[in-house]
């Protein structure tokens, strides 16, 4: 396209790229613009400003917080201003070709652009032909009934609408074929100027001195939409009047560009820039509410289960129930039992990806120091480069580093080894909940009340002792079952208690009962997971909770059997 339209191949420069250089355009000297570099970055096509973040006012909004998105931002922006490499005018480009004021346009990042009226730009054609089968395809999206077609067609909207945001991508990528930063870096300027344009309308207009009854603030912006409280009690009332924002502010700019109202959120919780959560009514009028997350790490593999169950459950306190100091005492409950030893062991297991040898990480990581032991334990069963590696943090010498106290967590399973729970709590849950949590509570009580409480410390000494591990085990055999006193011969009881032993072997049997209980439902679901009812479990997947499960389960099974095993053939 470069060097093909109204300027003729002699006036417009094909590559502005100095000879040599595999990078983006960069524009010739003296091209008509009047702005300073972006970021302190400067103009040689290394680099460009992206989209605006308004900064977000964190915390708690129990109020309706209203969502207003732009539809096809970018897209839109390119068609309105007419931004193509055919209308790019080049330098000195005004005055050469006779152009009056109403020819051109200088975009907010200095560039110069001619109007539609002199020449339709190829870019906008090209997407206003996918907007518009965009459109077609949704349209028929809402009257299919049959499943499959909605796929089809859901799926095809999705290409459509990749296909027309990937056009302003595909002129900001430096490495491509067709780069152009004349045209990326003002779709992006034009963005960052419509997000403070749409946020100075909104509050400008929806305030006590307009006659409403309350000034509204916009909270949030990012990108392409905006995020306002506008002082109404209620769901119902916040949807109407977002139309009615989002039909006033689009009159502001010209055509296709189009504010829209997409949701409500109430409550919310408002983190930091790209994180946050909150309760979501969409527009739909037949849309039901549902938790809606963006940027926290209810979902990383590489953190335990117990993280990600521990946000998801603060988050439905905060937001489906509404009760931010119940999701506290949760979290609290939670880090005194994870301290006391209470929780299962395969909540706690880590697992990352062996991506590499150990020589080529910069620093020592836990699971590829794991994988050295284990590869010298037993060399067939090793984990290999690609495979992702379960680990557990066990407890050491006061200072060891996290990667020398990394353990298989079978092998700490079966040689009884005890967790590191004070790490568990600071290094997996700490910054998960303090980051749901301060915008609440504030920076400096948040960590007070979570991590620092008198919850923190009932871990008795007997639990960091023996940790669940061997110690216990042994007590539960050389000690009287009723009084826990030292037995001088073999037995269940002492002396003492022989006349509860008839009470004491019911409540053995009847735990007994409970773990053989247990351990056939996880049986049972290994085997609907492997679907093979009527076959052995044969599944050894390191990366599943319930095979952990099973496996402490089953040695809990066998460690109950062998206590009531002590009390010999009942004699009353």
């Known amino acids: 396209m470069w060097g093909v339209g109204l300027w003729g191949p002699a006036q417009h420069h094909p590559d502005p790229r100095p000879a040599g250089q595999g990078g983006g355009a960069a524009p010739a000297a003296g091209h008509e613009r009047g702005h300073a570099d972006a970021g302190g970055e400067g103009r040689g096509g290394e680099d460009y400003e992206g989209a605006t973040v308004i900064e977000p006012l964190k915390g708690y909004y129990d109020v309706p917080i209203v969502t207003l998105d732009f539809c096809s931002l970018y897209p839109s922006i390119m068609m309105a201003h007419n931004l193509c490499y055919s209308t790019l005018l080049p330098p000195g480009g005004v005055q050469r070709?006779?152009?009056?004021?109403?020819?051109?346009?200088?975009?907010?990042?200095?560039?110069?652009?001619?109007?539609?009226?002199?020449?339709?730009?190829?870019?906008?054609?090209?997407l206003e032909g996918l907007l518009e089968a965009r459109s077609r395809v949704k349209q028929a999206l809402a009257q299919e009934q049959d499943a499959g077609r909605c796929q089809v067609l859901q799926g095809r909207q999705g290409a459509l609408k990749v296909s027309a945001n990937?056009?302003?991508?595909?002129?900001?990528?430096?490495?491509?074929?067709?780069?152009?930063?004349?045209?990326?870096?003002?779709?992006?300027?034009?963005?960052?100027?419509?997000?403070?344009?749409?946020?100075?309308?909104?509050?400008?207009?929806?305030?006590?001195?307009?006659?409403?009854?309350?000034?509204?603030?916009?909270?949030?912006?990012?990108?392409?939409?905006?995020?306002?409280?506008?002082?109404?009690?209620?769901?119902?009332?916040a949807m109407a009047m977002g139309h009615e924002v989002a039909a006033w502010v689009s009159e502001h700019f010209p055509a296709p560009i189009r504010l829209q109202f997409e949701k409500v959120y109430c409550?919310?919780?408002?983190?930091?820039?790209?994180?946050?959560?909150?309760?979501?009514?969409?527009?739909?009028?037949?849309?039901?509410?549902?938790?809606?997350?963006?940027?926290?790490?209810?979902?990383?593999?590489?953190?335990?289960?117990?993280?990600?169950?521990?946000?998801?459950?603060?988050?439905?306190?905060?937001?489906?129930?509404?009760?931010?100091?119940?999701?506290?005492?949760?979290?609290?409950?939670?880090?005194s039992d994870l301290l006391c030893d209470r929780l299962d062991l395969s909540q706690l297991v880590i697992t990352k990806e062996l991506t590499r040898a150990a020589r080529d990480y910069a620093a020592p990581q836990p699971h590829v120091s794991l994988a050295q032991r284990m590869r010298q334990r037993d060399p067939g069963s090793a984990p290999a480069l690609g495979d992702r590696v379960p680990y557990v943090i066990v407890t050491g010498a006061k200072g060891a580093a996290a990667y020398t106290r990394s353990e298989d967590p079978l092998y700490a399973l079966e040689h009884n080894l005890p967790i590191d729970s004070r790490y568990y709590v600071e290094q997996q849950l700490g910054k998960p909940l303090l980051r749901i949590f301060e915008p609440i509570l504030g920076e400096g009580r948040a960590e007070s009340i979570l991590l620092r409480g008198a919850h923190t410390r009932s871990k008795t000494l007997l639990t960091a002792q023996v940790g669940g591990g061997v110690l216990a085990f042994a007590t539960r055999r050389s000690t009287c079952v009723g009084c826990r006193a030292v037995l001088q011969r073999q037995g269940a009881v002492c002396d003492f208690c022989r006349q509860r032993e008839a009470e004491l072997y019911q409540k053995e049997v009847g735990a007994l009962a409970a773990l053989e209980q247990r351990f056939s439902r996880l049986w049972s679901q290994c085997q609907r997971c492997q679907s093979a009812l009527h076959q052995d479990v044969l599944c050894t997947s390191r990366d599943c909770p319930i095979f952990y499960m099973r496996r402490k389960v089953q040695k809990d099974l066998d460690a109950q059997q062998a206590l009531v095993a002590r009390f010999g053939a009942p004699s009353w």
Do not use: W
């Not at 001619?114 to 870019?123: A, E, N, Q």
């Not at 992006?188 to 909104?202: D, H, N, P, S, W």
């Not at 809606?292 to 590489?302: I, Q, S």
């Open 267 to 335: 409550p919310y919780l408002l983190i930091s820039k790209k994180r946050y959560a909150g309760l979501c009514f969409p527009s739909g009028p037949a849309a039901a509410p549902a938790l809606d997350c963006k940027g926290l790490e209810a979902v990383r593999r590489d953190n335990c289960p117990l993280a990600a169950n521990l946000v998801t459950a603060c988050l439905r306190r905060i937001l489906l129930h509404r009760d931010p100091a119940g999701a506290v005492l949760h979290a609290q409950e939670v880090i």
């Open 166 to 237: 990937s056009v302003y991508g595909f002129t900001g990528a430096q490495a491509g074929r067709l780069p152009c930063l004349e045209v990326s870096q003002s779709v992006t300027a034009f963005g960052r100027q419509m997000i403070e344009r749409t946020k100075q309308l909104v509050e400008s207009r929806y305030c006590l001195a307009q006659g409403f009854p309350a000034d509204a603030k916009v909270i949030y912006g990012d990108t392409d939409s905006v995020m306002c409280r506008l002082g109404v009690p209620t769901v119902p009332e």
């Open 97 to 126: 070709f006779g152009l009056g004021p109403t020819d051109y346009i200088r975009t907010p990042s200095g560039e110069l652009f001619v109007t539609s009226k002199v020449r339709r730009g190829l870019l906008p054609k090209v």
